[in-house]
Every structure is written in structure tokens, then in C-alpha cells.
């Protein structure tokens, strides 16, 4: 069975830094291309980042370039999420995917399995 744990989130001030990490269990972990997607109340769900099998390559969603930073650990069979410089609109659910593709991912928000998600609250 494979399960997704994430966890870090919480409520920070304006400008400020969390940091999100998923557990994978259940699965080669190193074979899946790892992501994070988020959803704010009232919104679609939204790409964030994703990383490679190598973790090598990397992709951010608009919102989040310079920002956010995706890092895996093959060894660990985790993937976290740096958020730096929070804003208001960084308010969401987060929610790490695994997928074995990144355009399946980014282009059509697919994940083989989600976690249940942490939530973020970024206050003004």
C-alpha cells in the first residue's frame, strides 16, 4: 500500500519560512518523478514544484519561482519543500504527488497517490 505523509505546516507571518516534508512509503521511491501541488479554499488545485528521479532537474509553478525550492532524499524516501519569503496568497492545503511523469504531473495534476495534505496559513 503506498502512503504519502506530509507534514511542517502551520501558521507563519508575511515573509517569513516553512518548510513541508512528504514520507513515501510503498514504493520504489527513486523510480517516481515527487511533487507538491496546493489548494486554496475556493480554488483549484495548483501545481507547485516537482523534481526528477535524480532530483536533478527541477520545476516551479509561476507563483513560486525564486521563492520555493523542491528537494528530494533518494536515501530517505522523502521529499520537502522550502518555502521562503511567504505571502497571503501561499495560503493552501499542500499536498505532496508522485507520478511517472513531470508533464503528467504539471500539465494535467495527476498524481498516482496523494497524502492527505498539511495545511499553510500565512497571515498579513
Known amino acids: 500500500q503506498v502512503q504519502l505523509v506530509e507534514s511542517g505546516g502551520g501558521l507563519v507571518q508575511a515573509g517569513g519560512s516553512l518548510r513541508l516534508s512528504c514520507a513515501v512509503s510503498?514504493?520504489?521511491?527513486?523510480?517516481?518523478?515527487m511533487g507538491w501541488f496546493r489548494q486554496a479554499p475556493g480554488k483549484e488545485r495548483e501545481f507547485v514544484a516537482a523534481?526528477?528521479?535524480?532530483?536533478?532537474?527541477?520545476y516551479y509553478g509561476d507563483s513560486v519561482k525564486g521563492r520555493f525550492t523542491i528537494s528530494r532524499d533518494n536515501a530517505k524516501n522523502t521529499v520537502s519543500l522550502q518555502m521562503n519569503s511567504l505571502k497571503p496568497e501561499d495560503t493552501a492545503v499542500y499536498y505532496c504527488?508522485?507520478?511517472?511523469?513531470?508533464?503528467?504531473?504539471?500539465?494535467?495534476?495527476?498524481?498516482?497517490?496523494w497524502g492527505q495534505g498539511t495545511q499553510v496559513t500565512v497571515s498579513s
Open positions: 504527488a508522485t507520478s511517472t511523469t513531470v508533464q503528467a504531473m504539471r500539465a494535467k495534476g495527476y498524481s498516482d497517490y
Open positions: 510503498g514504493r520504489t521511491f527513486s523510480s517516481y518523478v
Open positions: 523534481v526528477s528521479t535524480s532530483g536533478n532537474i527541477k
